[in-house]
């Protein structure tokens, strides 16, 4: 049972365009929300994180959008760079500090 | 950069035996939670330890256990190693006072069971 959901494996962008990267969670304890970047051979690089009393964080290029009602999270990359390829992991986290990892997508972003 | 360090690196067993790994932190962090990343997956927590006591477990048996010691590093111990326990192992510290705190992780420990 899945708690979190990454639906694309993978995406490709183009240099400069936006990338939108999804996630989808079904337990509504969940009050914080996290996305970590994965370069391989490194471990998850914390990126932004959004609380669930928020719709909206804003950090440089990156974007966080929460929807509640749809238990539904994006990371927005403006303009996404060659260098933000990696796997994107989302992340929820409950009460406990326990956090539970959607599958990841590998973002690919071409020159 | 994190500040969060771990070993080995890499390493290799043979199923049935047991391993140590470790971690720990420059800045003095207070909780540290443990997770297991199989390969194309995402990292599933195992457990954590806030002030050297267990403080959450995942779905994971008894035979992964830990520690946490006074300056709050940590050990993971997994006894009879099964060819499922291959994954990397990552650790992470949060801190402050309850709430909601970034968790830093390490780079990870690769583990191979042969």
């Known amino acids: 049972d899945q708690q979190v959901k990454q639906n694309s494996p993978s995406l490709s962008v183009q240099e400069g365009r936006i990338s939108i990267l999804n996630c989808d969670y079904t337990?509504?304890?969940?009050?914080?929300f996290l996305w970590y970047k994965k370069y391989p051979a490194e471990g998850p690089t914390f990126l932004i994180s959004i609380s669930s009393i928020k719709d909206k964080n804003e950090d440089g290029r990156f974007t966080v959008f929460l929807n509640k009602s749809a238990k539904h999270l994006s990371l927005h990359i403006v303009p996404s760079q060659p260098g933000d390829s990696a796997v994107y992991f989302c992340?929820?986290?409950?009460?406990?500090?326990?956090?539970?990892f959607g599958g990841g997508t590998r973002l690919m972003v071409k020159p | 950069e994190t500040g969060v360090t771990q070993s080995p690196t890499h390493l290799i067993k043979t199923r049935g035996q047991q391993v140590t790994l470790r971690c720990s932190s420059q800045s003095g962090h207070n909780t540290v939670s443990w997770y297991q990343q199989a390969l194309g997956q995402g990292p599933q927590f195992i457990f954590q330890?806030?002030?050297?006591?267990?403080?959450g477990r995942g779905n994971f048996p008894p035979r992964f256990s830990g520690l946490q010691f006074p300056n709050y590093s940590s050990e993971l111990n997994v006894n009879a190693l099964e060819l499922d326990d291959s994954a990397l192992y990552l650790c992470?510290?949060?801190?402050?006072?309850?709430?909601?705190?970034?968790?830093?992780f390490g780079p990870g420990t690769r583990l191979t069971v042969t």
């Open positions: 992470a510290f949060q801190g402050g006072a309850g709430g909601y705190y970034e968790q830093y």
């Open positions: 330890y806030y002030r050297e006591e267990e403080n």
């Open positions: 337990n509504s304890m969940f009050d914080y």
């Open positions: 992340a929820a986290q409950n009460a406990g500090n326990m956090l539970t």
